[in-house]
């Protein structure tokens, strides 16, 4: 009997989307090639290792499920849960940190009007609506001011009047919105040892199963449309190389991505005496308007055990509110601490500075426009798949879904 070879499948790009991608495939048995630009894995994740603690470039946890901890059980990286600390999330009002953001009155306002149109049943965002209009309809000013407006820019790093809710909020109403089964951990958790090495464990597993890597090999979609034909190419890589290679897949598709805002970002991982005074929590959101340039902050050794024994704290702000000069962000960062209270005028022990200036799309119109495109489906019967966050799939534990079935049209 004849031995049919398995179908090989070239992945382009070695960020978190193109390792889980690998991983998926070779799980159905595909022959696997993994091409990446750049000289190592990981993309947006990477955990340095500083004297002072542990500092991580981008996200430094997911949110769990049973997919999440299948793919750490197989590749033998140890999940921790958040401590009960980080429950306590504060926004900033008036000069000072609280749980709750609203005035008393607001609040009540706030509440009975989600509640009518929760009721009423309007409650669905219109199309063509931005977060803003939406939150304003459903909830009132206060609730955007106060609350949706900090909270999302935590997650999306873009103004509420720039984001479409039909994108962010469609899936939560019409069809029945289909949650990720449950594991055995609730809530946020992370490697014990950073995202890094999640990412390092998964190449490593990836490499013993016989996935092959080409570091500092860039593919151009020309080279492509040979391998795509014949197995099959998933293009896992961020949103300015998706145009690029779309350009010459689909000039149709690379114009409307092309039209999408683009967001950089910029984080800073300082690290202190502890004080009594400092705040106990995940973190602190920051509403326009309250004297603090910062988008939010994170307090990291309040949120995982293991990351030192110092005040460990990553600032976010956004690329185009911060000067390119890391002493000035750094001077910033500390006008922004002693803002928030709790703290002194004291230098950081440590610091690290990272610049993404391309890191996340804008989940605008021009986005949700682009993402109706019939070209997607001709793409992918010609063999070309892409995976990303401009795909509508923000955040790794979306991500990990999304991949998936990705994997499972391929197979």
């Not at 309809?137 to 900090?150: D, E, I």
Request: hydrophobic share 50%; charged share 20%.
């Amino acid at each position: 009997m004849t031995k049919v070879s398995p179908r090989k499948v070239r992945v382009i790009g070695a960020g978190f989307s193109g390792l889980l991608a690998a991983h998926y495939l070779r799980n159905r048995g595909f022959e696997v090639e993994v091409f990446e630009a750049e000289a190592r894995s990981g993309g947006l994740l990477q955990t340095h290792r500083l004297p002072w603690g542990l500092a991580e470039t981008a996200a430094n946890g997911f949110l769990a499920n049973l997919e999440i901890e299948s793919v750490a059980d197989a590749v033998g990286c140890e999940l921790e849960p958040a401590r009960r600390a980080s429950r306590r999330r504060f926004f900033f009002r008036a000069g000072r940190a609280r749980q709750w953001p609203f005035r008393f009155f607001e609040g009540v306002g706030v509440i009975v009007r989600l509640f009518f149109a929760w009721i009423f049943r309007f409650l669905a965002p219109i199309e063509g609506e931005s977060v803003a209009t939406w939150g304003r309809r459903v909830g009132g000013p206060a609730f955007v001011r106060w609350l949706l407006a900090p909270a999302l820019s935590g997650i999306y790093a873009a103004a509420p009047e720039r984001l479409s809710a039909p994108l962010l909020l469609r899936r939560f109403f019409g069809q029945k919105f289909k949650a990720p089964k449950r594991g055995r951990l609730r809530g946020l958790v992370a490697p014990r040892h950073g995202m890094g090495d999640f990412v390092a464990k998964l190449e490593a597993s990836l490499r013993a199963r016989d996935v092959a890597f080409r570091f500092g090999r860039g593919v151009t979609a020309a080279e492509a449309q040979g391998w795509a034909a014949a197995g099959g190419v998933v293009w896992a890589v961020p949103l300015p190389a998706a145009v690029d290679a779309l350009t010459t897949l689909s000039p149709v598709l690379a114009a409307a991505l092309g039209r999408v805002g683009r967001i950089g970002l910029v984080s800073v991982t300082a690290f202190f005496d502890p004080r009594p005074s400092d705040l106990r929590g995940f973190g602190c959101l920051f509403p326009r308007g309250e004297g603090v340039v910062a988008l939010g902050a994170l307090f990291n050794a309040e949120i995982f055990e293991g990351r030192g024994e110092l005040r460990s704290e990553t600032w976010i702000y956004s690329h185009a509110d911060v000067p390119r000069d890391d002493a000035i962000v750094v001077e910033q960062l500390a006008a922004d601490r002693l803002r928030l209270g709790g703290a002194t005028k004291a230098a950081p022990l440590g610091v690290r500075v990272q610049r993404w200036p391309f890191a996340l799309p804008v989940y605008d119109e021009a986005l949700a426009a682009a993402l109706a495109r019939p070209e997607w489906a001709s793409l992918e019967r010609a063999g070309h798949y892409f995976v990303g966050n401009y795909r509508g799939s923000l955040g790794l534990s979306r991500l990990i879904g999304a991949v998936r079935a990705t994997v499972e049209a391929i197979a």
